[in-house]
């Protein structure tokens, strides 16, 4: 497919995706107000999918490895932080649970990453996979399968604003406003680094080309070990996040398995991509759900994802903003 | 490298020897009477199967303790993890029942349809107290399934009986807000009956397991705006859906839980803001000084032998249900016994036991039950035993009783309970009993 | 010693391409063959053939299925419970409303049905590889779960969405007790095991194993990949819809959209791995070792005398699960199969040691 073809097919899907959000209120069916709460609604469930997508493309970027177990280390770090914090206060868990992580980023540098290094990509996934599966194991014998609420001073009553411009008033959640604010920082401070500090330009090399990298002297064990603290770090705060809002218990990592199809869409090496990735299928997911769903008896948000993930990667396989992949034989 | 062999060489003959020692289960004592306790511990479904669980095998292990069994004859027990899937609440049945079980309660609804079937050859009797198949009420197809204290059905009536009294439901919106599963699409076929009788509008909006992702859901509540919402949720669903509608700011005045989906798990993680959340009870609530409570604490928590976690779990919700249906199988047992003998008995002689239980309240005192269980008594037409039940209410801190008793309407149910009850038996070739020859 | 080849000489090409050309590994197939229908028979007891036997056999025969598909052709699967679910609802309907059909036709039908999906869901895997083929599997996957989940016609308009299947009835004789299931399934594996290992051995395998090592030296060599990899799922969705129907009907006789889920899926992936990609014997080994885990760990508490929750079971089983598969990985990517073939080289010296 030529460059010209994908970029076109590209802006016919995105037009095609706006046109349909836009349709319930075009259409009639739909009143503004109504229609401005479905689709803020699904921009925040999208920024829960960024978060966990963010750490997935973290991986991804420095060290080649598609880390299925992302999800599995969200809650593990939400679980920690829940536990912990019945013992001591917040600031004293938290750095803890940093250190847990950190830990556990370097234990799966030296036990899986080491000794599979060169392996192809769908090894370390596996690899990963079997990861998720220890943690969710070892997490619930540490910390139990109660389901535990997170409580890190989120606001929970919903606002209601604008209730003389539009009758009933537009519900906006201010959890969910402080979620997003969260992320924002999150991935400004994300930039930051990788911009300006040294390990940043290390780890942006490292994923640019192992080999050179190595070869001018970065430490590529200790850089994969440093990504996959970051990254657990991002899960700590997705954690905080998802867990604040719907209560930690590990069922939830099956929930983060949305973030593949975020990664698809964002595009595997991008920040941005993450970002943009998840808000246009917390977007879709949402209107489809509520304005689509009746039709179809409900229940639709739990594919729609992978199957708009699916359409997008036949014409676009590199995603909106990831590399294009070239093959050379 | 002929270490690493030989080293290889025994895990494969330890795994060899370990296949054939896991086949030979050790035959239940001959004088115990064997009960199989399937129950889930893990996944998204354990907050709520964990007190139930502990509630189930502490008078399990109390009626050893301190009456010496059931007559006198011990019972044996051992847990098995389902995690709420079906196939794993198969298996699990497979691998106890060659242990002569004798009764066995499957603790979801899903897994009472896939035992339906095997229960009537294997002879061994299935109480399902307060879930299962609605229509298995009718005991002249569905000869060892239990339902005992109530049916889904009666749920969905008595709730609909009692927002009726708040004012006629004509042109009203009702939602029901279901999990995904043969539990949760349950009650639908009564409430769109009841629909069409008291000409309100049923919305059903499902809920995919493990059941966390319910914005969508209630942004189409909030949209919609029914006049009620059902909640027939489990495990993870039920908290998420309660902190879902505190967001959406639907009142939970106006909501009504299933009595599975109205106990302490459900609604401690949204705290003060799920004050007002009703749910309909099983006959009990969250009553902590029956007898029966106090001969927990000092038969079993006070000797360090108690299944829950901490004793402050006697008494919630999840546990006085599990309690009680533990004790309806014994009861059974015993009504068995009382017919065959003071022995170990066969899972058909329980069957008999239990489609000729009479517990009456005297009888229900005596065990140390108060008024906390409905008086029952099956019968062959009536699996049931009962059908009654009251609407209680959280107020931020615990449960109070906000409606007198309800009863299901007969009339409503019993055609949709004889329709389905012969298709089954329609199609898996069963000829009914006759009831009224039954003695 | 005993496992040399002197004096077996070949005398025709058919002889020498035959599946077995070792006369001892002949001998040996054809005596654990019948060991295993007419020894097992008489000798198991009802409970190792329900919760040991029967599961393994048919978990076997999907696990066969997606390793052709990840093992043999390299295509990353993670929609397998989705082909599964296919198989089984297909000779649920067809078994409920030609009830006329033959049992065997009933579940053959049941794999073409799941062919022809898998065909349409293998297209994607002409533009896309390795973990985008993943996630393009998994839209199968929870599209299929939602489908069986909401279409009332594919449950029969069964009001709580389970459904059961009815009796098994093969020209006229119920297959009721579990020694006939058992002597079924086995006979059905068997015939499956035979097919599969053939395909691979042919022309149509060699062209997925190409696919797999290196796709484009294929295509410049003249193997079509459009070809090799709709095969490949083509193939591999009809063993697992087989696979699945048996499941289904034999193994739960009644059940719900959610026992093909994706842990399901997960499972057979893990069963492929630990077993040993791209090998028959692989799928068997890796299955039995799956069925078996749980049980030995279930017995576990007993043998060791610590008494453990069943809930610590459970996880330990996940943990169990998780350090296998990267252990695996790391030690043996080729899995259990490999250590068995390793197993049957140290044998062909054996007792000398070089």
Redesign the interface.
């Known amino acids: 497919m030529s460059p010209a073809l994908s970029r076109n097919l590209t802006i016919a899907f995105f037009a095609l995706l706006l046109a349909g959000a836009i349709s319930p209120m075009a259409l009639g069916e739909a009143k503004f107000p109504q229609w401005l709460e479905v689709v803020l609604g699904g921009l925040m469930s999208g920024v829960l999918y960024s978060l966990v997508a963010l750490g997935l493309v973290l991986i991804f970027k420095a060290s080649g490895v598609f880390n299925f177990a992302q999800g599995a280390m969200v809650l593990f770090a939400a679980l920690s932080l829940v536990r912990l914090m019945e013992k001591m206060p917040l600031a004293a868990a938290l750095a803890v649970t940093v250190v847990i992580m950190i830990v556990l980023a370097w234990l799966i540098e030296r036990l899986v990453l080491r000794p599979l290094v060169n392996q192809e990509g769908i090894v370390l996934f596996m690899a990963t996979l079997g990861i998720a599966y220890f943690l969710d194991g070892f997490g619930q014998t540490v910390w139990g399968s109660d389901i535990y609420t997170l409580h890190v001073g989120m606001p929970k009553e919903p606002k209601l604003l604008l209730e003389k411009t539009f009758e009933g008033g537009i519900l906006v959640s201010m959890e969910d406003v402080v979620a997003a604010i969260l992320a924002a920082i999150m991935v400004a401070l994300l930039t930051l680094f990788f911009q300006k500090t040294a390990t940043g330009r290390a780890l942006r090399a490292v994923a640019d080309d192992h080999q050179a990298a190595q070869s001018i002297g970065i430490p590529l064990n200790r850089i994969w070990v440093i990504v996959w603290s970051v990254a657990g770090l991002v899960g700590l705060v997705a954690g905080i996040i998802w867990g604040s809002k719907l209560g930690v218990q590990f069922s939830l990592s099956l929930v983060a398995l949305k973030a593949l199809p975020v990664v698809i869409l964002g595009g595997f090496t991008s920040i941005p991509g993450a970002i943009i990735g998840g808000l246009i299928i917390g977007l879709g997911e949402k209107i489809s759900e509520v304005y689509l769903g009746p039709l179809f008896g409900g229940g639709i948000e739990n594919w729609f994802a992978y199957v708009l993930a699916l359409i997008f990667l036949l014409f676009r396989p590199e995603g909106l903003f990831g590399e294009i992949r070239i093959d050379r034989v | 490298m002929t270490r690493m062999?030989r080293t290889?060489?025994a895990a494969?003959a330890l795994?060899v020897a370990?296949?054939f020692?896991?086949?030979q289960?050790?035959a239940a004592q001959s004088n115990e009477i064997f009960i199989p306790v399937l129950?889930y511990?893990?996944?998204?479904y354990?907050?709520n199967g964990?007190p139930w669980a502990d509630g189930f095998v502490d008078y399990l292990k109390l009626v050893n303790e301190r009456d010496g069994g059931a007559n006198g004859v011990r019972i044996a027990y051992e847990?098995?993890?389902t995690?709420y899937?079906?196939?794993r609440g198969?298996?699990c049945y497979?691998?106890l029942k060659?242990r002569k079980a004798v009764a066995v309660n499957p603790l979801s609804?899903?897994i009472t349809?896939?035992?339906?079937?095997?229960v009537p050859q294997d002879k061994i009797t299935m109480f399902t107290t307060g879930y299962g198949?609605a229509d298995s009420v009718d005991g002249s197809v569905f000869a060892w399934n239990f339902p005992l204290l109530g049916t889904y059905w009666d749920a969905a009536d008595m709730l609909v009986q009692h927002v009726k009294k708040k004012g006629s439901l004509k042109g009203k919106k009702i939602a029901l807000v279901y999990h995904?599963?043969?539990y949760g699409?349950?009650p639908?076929?009564l409430l769109e009956e009841r629909a069409k009788l008291e000409g309100f509008q049923l919305l059903?909006?499902?809920?995919?397991?493990?059941g966390?992702?319910q914005?969508?859901?209630w942004?189409?509540i909030?949209?919609q705006r029914p006049d009620y919402v059902f909640l027939w949720g489990w495990?993870?669903m039920n908290?998420?859906s309660i902190?879902e509608a505190?967001?959406?700011?639907y009142p939970r005045l106006q909501m009504f839980g299933v009595w599975w989906s109205s106990a302490e798990?459900d609604v401690?993680?949204a705290?003060d803001?799920a004050k007002g959340y009703n749910g309909i009870a099983l006959g009990h609530s969250a009553e902590k000084d029956m007898p029966v409570h106090k001969d927990m604490i000092k038969f079993l928590y006070d000797k360090g032998k108690g299944t829950a976690a901490s004793k402050n779990e006697v008494g919630s919700v999840l546990y006085n249900r599990g309690m009680i249906s533990a004790m309806l199988t014994i009861e059974a047992i015993k009504s068995a016994q009382g017919k065959y003998g003071k022995r170990v008995v066969t899972g058909e002689e329980v069957r008999w036991g239990a489609e000729h239980l009479n517990l009456d309240a005297p009888k229900i005192k005596a065990l140390g039950f108060g008024d906390i269980v409905q008086p029952l008594k099956p019968s062959c037409r009536d699996h049931a035993g009962v059908h009654r039940g009251r609407v209680h209410t959280w107020d931020g801190k615990q449960w109070s009783y906000t409606s007198d008793w309800l009863e299901a309407d007969k009339k409503v149910e019993q055609p949709l309970i004889e329709a389905?009850a012969k298709a089954y038996a329609a199609?898996?070739k069963i000829t009914p009993r006759d009831c009224s020859k039954e003695s | 010693m005993i496992y040399r080849e002197t004096g077996q000489f070949k005398t025709s090409y058919a002889s020498d391409q035959q599946l077995f050309p070792i006369l001892q590994d002949r001998v040996f197939v054809v005596g654990f063959l019948a060991f295993a229908f007419v020894a097992v028979p008489l000798l198991a007891s009802e409970y190792l053939f329900l919760a040991i036997l029967i599961p393994f056999l048919i978990l076997a025969l999907a696990a066969i299925g997606l390793n052709i598909l990840v093992g043999y052709c390299g295509q990353v699967s993670l929609g397998t419970g989705a082909f599964m679910a296919i198989g089984a609802y297909s000779a649920y309907n067809l078994a409920v409303r030609l009830p006329d059909l033959n049992l065997l036709l009933v579940f053959l039908l049941a794999g073409v049905l799941a062919t022809i999906v898998g065909i349409v869901f293998g297209i994607p895997s002409l533009r896309i590889k390795g973990f985008y083929l993943a996630v393009a599997t998994l839209a199968a996957q929870f599209f299929v779960d939602w489908l069986f989940a909401r279409i009332k016609w594919f449950t029969n308009d069964s009001s709580s969405g389970s459904v059961s299947a009815p009796p098994l009835t093969l020209f006229g004789y119920t297959i009721q007790t579990p020694v006939e299931q058992y002597l079924f399934v086995l006979a059905v594996v068997c015939v499956f095991a035979l097919v599969a290992r053939n395909l691979t051995r042919g022309a149509i395998g060699r062209s997925w194993m190409a696919i797999r090592d290196m796709d484009v030296a294929a295509e410049v060599i003249g193997i079509r990949p459009m070809r090799a990899k709709l095969s490949a799922f083509a193939v591999s969705s009809f063993f697992v819809g087989v696979a699945g129907a048996l499941w289904a009907f034999i193994r739960l006789g009644s059940w719900e959209p959610l026992a093909f889920d994706v842990n399901r899926s997960f499972q057979l992936l893990f069963m492929v791995i630990i077993g040993g990609l791209g090998s028959i014997l692989g799928s068997f080994l890796g299955a039995a070792f799956i069925v078996v885990l749980p049980l030995v760990l279930n017995q576990l508490p007993t043998w060791l005398g610590i008494p453990l929750s069943t809930a610590m079971i459970s996880h330990l089983e996940f943990m169990l699960f998780g350090a296998l598969i990267v252990f695996f990985l790391i030690v043996e990517p080729h899995g259990l199969a490999r250590l068995w073939a390793i197993g049957k080289e140290k044998l062909r010296m054996w007792p000398f040691p070089h």
């Open positions: 062999i290889k060489a494969i795994a370990g296949v020692a896991a086949a289960d050790a129950v511990r893990t996944g998204a354990a907050p964990v847990e098995c993890e995690g899937a079906t196939d198969v298996e497979e691998r060659s609804t899903g349809y896939a035992l339906t079937d095997k198949r995904d599963s043969p699409k349950e639908i076929k059903l909006l499902p809920v995919t397991h493990p966390v992702e914005k969508a859901t942004l189409q909030r949209q495990g993870v908290s998420t902190k505190i967001a959406v700011s798990p401690t993680p705290e803001a389905s199609e898996k």
